[in-house]
């Protein structure tokens, strides 16, 4: 099937059903002048490029004003563009640009905190009678005697002291992003006319931050989940989000099915669709956190994708992603990032991509980057650091907290992007404030612009499938063999076409067991996308095309015209 690019109407209600988004992390996108950081401009001059992916909307990490301790999650004026970054009139020229070639900016909104120098916290902080201090959330205590014993999520107590109002303030991320207090209806009303001020800006959606979070009660030791979390989201929506045009992804932890209905609801009362971690925390111990690694089940991730494709049709949207700017890169993780590199990318990509919901592509994904590893030194995260000093104090072997650290920090996300095999990657003309991932000699956009069988064409060839059969967007799912230990395949249907997704997730060949191989789409349909050349370009014989033998990592698409 040709590459046939299809241009969203966003004027239409549920466009973003069909949407495919791509995030990127400005820091490390693209430097225009010359200083080693990724900015607005260099994002413009990569917009061609996104848009010959095919790609519908741009979800940006935070580019707004920060004294970046979490790399701009800290916010120090919503309504600023970072000056690292450029300008407002670098923004709108950005926004405008885009719209041009049919693509969306979304904006990443993280209402949950602020960073320590906002103004409203600095005000907060001055004195009990300040109209700002009930704007965050406040507990009385002495040096000696926290609120309570809660932690934060990057490391030592939620709870940090300000000597002179003899209060703690609440912060469930850093000690520089303190938590804004939702019970308080003024902060709700500063944060709607924020949203209104970027939407009139040509903003045509939002990625909240750790929406969950927002309706905590640190007295009963709440962060996620908190009781009046519907209420406000509600509010939310109809206050800041008055256009149903626009594209609203939360970001939830926190979300199982039944909670994801009440965020996505087809009426659209919270938000569009919901981000949810289920499938991505399956390779983790059991009630720990992602640093305690286990092997992932397959048979455990595909009951978990057929849980929630079952779970929200008709009563919900989900996004579909496997990579983020706080995840490790995909095909190191459940791929393999050696012999089979580009065939396990493709996999992963086609077997996501297929699914119901709308799928969000991270920078460098679509070139299937890896991981890194380097010395501890070398880590900028905090979180990543954090971690490292606080298992050390807890007795833990450096090599093992290595060991997670590889394979799990938010850094892996966060290296350069690899756009040419020149010095710097052709990300900047300077040494850049990251490292860039040492591969990028062979794993970059030029190399994979100019070969036809790259992962980019794959992926782009992906996105024009996702607008061209509306099975993939509206049909039913029905997972295969469930039990299968090497076989991920699923079927999608609607009234008159059946969609067959077969892959093989291992290192080895195996046969297409009986239950794939009798089914109408492997009989009676067309083969529309492979990752194994020698199936789409028919120089093989019909034998091939049609082996009942999936290659190492192998993906085909059936499609079939009832
Ligand atoms: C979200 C962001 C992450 C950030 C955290 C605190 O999880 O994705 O990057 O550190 O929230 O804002
Ligand atoms: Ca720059």
Avoid at 183 to 195: F, K
Avoid at 290 to 300: E, N, Q
Avoid at 450 to 467: G, T
Avoid at 501 to 520: C, D, L, Y
Wanted: aromatic residues 12%.
């Amino acid at each position: 099937m040709a590459v046939n690019h299809i241009k969203l109407d966003k004027s239409k209600k549920g466009w973003w059903k069909s949407a495919v988004f791509y995030q990127v992390y400005p820091k490390s996108f693209q430097d225009s002048n010359h200083d080693g950081i990724g900015d607005l401009q260099g994002i413009i001059s990569r917009l061609d490029y996104l848009d010959q992916l095919g790609i519908d909307g741009i979800w940006m990490s935070p580019m707004l004003q920060s004294p970046q301790v979490d790399n701009g999650y800290d916010i120090s004026d919503y309504q600023a563009v970072d000056s690292m970054f450029g300008s407002m009139a670098d923004m709108e020229q950005l926004i405008a640009e885009a719209k041009k070639r049919g693509i969306s900016i979304i904006l990443d909104l993280v209402l949950n905190h602020t960073s320590d120098q906002h103004r409203w916290f600095l005000e907060a902080k001055k004195d009990k009678s300040n109209p700002y201090h009930d704007y965050y959330v406040w507990r009385d205590g002495s040096p000696e005697q926290l609120p309570n014993d809660m932690r934060a999520a990057f490391g030592g107590p939620a709870w940090t002291y300000v000597p002179e109002l003899g209060q703690y303030y609440f912060h469930q991320f850093a000690v520089q992003q303190p938590d804004l207090n939702w019970d308080n209806p003024a902060v709700r009303r500063e944060l709607y006319d924020m949203i209104r001020f970027w939407v009139n800006k040509g903003i045509e959606g939002f990625r909240l931050d750790v929406i969950d979070q927002i309706a905590k009660n640190p007295d009963l030791g709440i962060t996620g989940n908190g009781p009046r979390l519907h209420e406000f989201l509600r509010e939310l929506s109809a206050e800041g989000f008055q256009e149903e045009y626009l594209a609203t992804v939360g970001e939830a932890w926190g979300a199982d099915v039944e909670r994801a209905k009440l965020y996505s609801a087809p009426d659209c009362s919270e938000l569009s669709m919901v981000f949810q971690f289920q499938h991505i925390c399956l390779d983790q111990q059991p009630g720990k956190d992602k640093w305690d690694l286990a092997p992932l089940s397959l048979p455990a991730l595909k009951k978990c994708m057929a849980h929630w494709q079952n779970g929200l049709e008709g009563q919900g949207w989900n996004s579909l992603f496997l990579n983020n700017h706080d995840l490790p890169r995909i095909v190191s993780r459940w791929g393999n990032n050696q012999e089979y590199r580009l065939e396990s990318a493709k996999l992963l990509g086609a077997l996501f991509h297929g699914m119901q919901g709308t799928p969000f592509i991270y920078q460098g994904e679509e070139l299937g980057m890896t991981n890194v590893k380097l010395p501890i030194e070398e880590y900028e995260d905090l979180e990543t650091v954090n971690l490292y000093k606080e298992r050390l104090a807890q007795g833990y072997n450096p090599a093992d907290i290595m060991e997670s650290i590889y394979a799990r920090s938010r850094d892996n996300a966060r290296t350069m992007m690899q756009w040419s095999g020149e010095t710097y990657a052709g990300f900047s003309d300077v040494e850049p404030w990251f490292i860039i991932n040492p591969n990028y000699t062979e794993i970059n956009a030029e190399k994979a612009l100019a070969d036809e069988n790259s992962v980019f064409y794959f992926y782009q060839k992906l996105i024009a499938l996702r607008k061209q059969l509306p099975v993939i967007r509206d049909g039913s799912f029905t997972l295969l063999c469930p039990d299968d230990e090497q076989i991920f395949a699923y079927i999608r249907e609607d009234s008159n076409s059946q969609l067959l997704v077969a892959g093989n997730f291992g290192a080895t060949g195996i046969v297409i067991p009986e239950e794939i191989q009798k089914q109408s789409a492997f009989l009676e349909g067309e083969l529309i996308l492979s990752n194994y050349r020698k199936r789409e370009y028919k120089e093989d014989s019909e034998a091939a095309k049609d082996s009942v033998m999936l290659e190492p990592y192998e993906v085909r698409y059936y499609y079939w015209k009832k």
